[in-house]
């Protein structure tokens, strides 16, 4: 990826509590696969990350993805990568989950799973959300 | 308010460019200051010079390059982004042989670390997107 590099001293001292939420499914539009690449990107800052995956984002995390058909590029496993950068915090909305018959084995990653109340108190307490 | 402000969605296809113009005009003549906004997704048409809406139509593009030279606004456009949807500056289409450019006066090419840079040095950060 051709992105400059960031002088990470730059940053020290402000860390804020950056959230991305995931809410398309990881195919058929690009969001998903560019918001990925927003948090690559900007793991580099050392900020305070979390993700969460609502609505049909929930997909996105789906285990046993198969995309040949389509042409598309399988980028799931680039979940599993994300520990790597230090993106530890996983969040997925329980209501999104079960509207659509998934359960947590279902999921690539481990993940904590939020109900309503609990996914608004987290995103209450975030510096900047970042919506895909 | 020192705002960064984030543009998903493409001028004319989507009204989330419109509205993030609109919102960002009101903030200037409300005094708040717009510490960048950072093009994205199909947002990065925003920022070609080549759309021609009909004549009884808002020209968006225009709209934009304009309130970026009455106000010194910093617009970028992603470049990775931009690369996928054919959007390039001068450099860019000399490197890659292209035989034109087509980025849009006021705006430049960066990086997403804009974008998160932007969102860390500003007080909030405004999302216009589907």
Known sequence: ???????????????????????????????????????LIGAAFDQDVSLVFMDDGVYQLKKGQDTKA???????????????????????S?????????KVDDLIVPVEILDADQMADLMEDQDVILSF | MKFAILVNEG???????????????AALENGHEIFRIFFYHSGVNNGTRFTRP??????????????????????????????????IDKDEAQRHGKDCD?????????????LIEASIQADRTMVFGD
Request: with cysteine; net charge negative; proline share 3%.
């Open chain 1, 70 to 92: 389509t042409e598309m590029k399988n980028f799931s496993p680039t979940y599993r990568a994300l520990e790597m950068y230090d993106v530890e915090k996983l969040f997925v």
């Open chain 1, 1 to 39: 990826m051709s992105e400059e590099m960031y002088d990470e001293d730059e940053y020290q001292g402000e860390i804020k509590k950056l959230m991305y939420v995931n809410r398309k499914a990881p195919y058929g539009t690009i969001y998903a696969l560019e918001s990925l690449e927003v948090v």
């Open chain 2, 102 to 114: 087509n980025l849009a006066d006021g705006f430049r090419i960066s990086g997403l670390g804009q």
């Open chain 2, 11 to 25: 001028p004319y296809t989507h009204q989330a460019a419109d509205t993030a113009y609109q919102f960002t005009k």
């Open chain 1, 94 to 102: 329980k209501d999104s989950l079960e509207e659509r018959g998934l």
């Open chain 2, 54 to 87: 009909p004549q009884d139509d808002r020209d968006l593009v225009q709209n934009w390059s304009s309130l970026a030279k009455d106000h010194n606004l910093d617009l970028v456009v992603c470049v990775a982004a931009a690369q996928r949807r054919g959007i």
